[in-house]
T-cell receptor, first 112, second 114 residues
């Protein structure tokens, strides 16, 4: 089962920052938080990942709370092309089985 | 990012036939390969995990004799859907994986069984 919960859908105005929350209250110390997105009918795309510290790359920023029980993905200036389903994933690590388990994700609609 | 090639990108086959899907990691050696399928408007569901040179581990509810996975090398894995039926119509996606790193997905294969 997925170890994360996310809102089913969100709207964001074009040009504004999109803040997508994720709860992962049972995360363990060595597990990373990953974010992917899937644009309609395409394979998922990696966005960002982190362990404890906040992370930023050319696509987004990831803010992880101090207790690591939740995180927020921030798309600083959303465009229409950011309309997609966003998945927050906590990686399970059991020996060699580094599974990636997807939840239902958040469907983000960018409004013109 | 890493380059992953999944082929074919779409296929239509007749009920009862078999379909093979290839997944290649072009610029790194994947010790692990994950195969997923996605039904319309649903999330990605893990089907199986395979490690190079060993048998695949299938998730509960996935028939190993129907979905044959071969991970013969560190850069190639194949998924064969045997005796396909319309209910097998889905979007199949591979992830070649090596260690703690970001995942790069294949482009996906849309299978339609008629």
């Amino acid at each position: 089962d997925a170890k994360t919960t996310q809102p089913t859908s969100m709207d964001c105005a074009e040009g504004r920052a999109a803040n997508l929350p994720c709860n992962h209250s049972t995360i363990s110390g060595n597990e990373y938080v990953y974010w992917y997105r899937q644009i309609h009918s395409q394979g998922p795309q990696y966005i960002i990942h982190g362990l404890k510290n906040n992370e930023t790359n050319e696509m987004a920023s990831l803010i992880i709370t101090e207790d690591r029980k939740s995180s927020t993905l921030i798309l600083p200036h959303a465009t229409l092309r950011d309309t997609a389903v966003y998945y927050c994933i906590v990686r399970e690590v059991t020996n060699r089985d580094d599974k990636i388990i997807f939840g239902k994700g958040t469907r983000l609609h960018i409004l013109p | 990012g890493a380059v992953v090639s999944q082929h074919p990108s779409w296929v239509i086959c007749k009920s009862g036939t078999s379909v093979k899907i290839e997944c290649r990691s072009l610029d790194f050696q994947a010790t692990t390969m994950f195969w997923y399928r996605q039904f319309p408007k649903q999330s990605l569901m893990l089907m199986a995990t395979s490690n190079e040179g060993s048998k695949a581990t299938y998730e509960q509810g996935v028939e190993k004799d129907k979905f044959l996975i071969n991970h013969a090398s560190l850069t190639l894995s194949t998924l064969t859907v045997t005796s396909a039926h319309p209910e097998d119509s889905s979007f199949y996606i591979c992830i070649p994986w090596k260690g703690r790193r970001e995942a790069f997905f294949g482009q996906g294969t849309r299978l339609t069984v008629v």
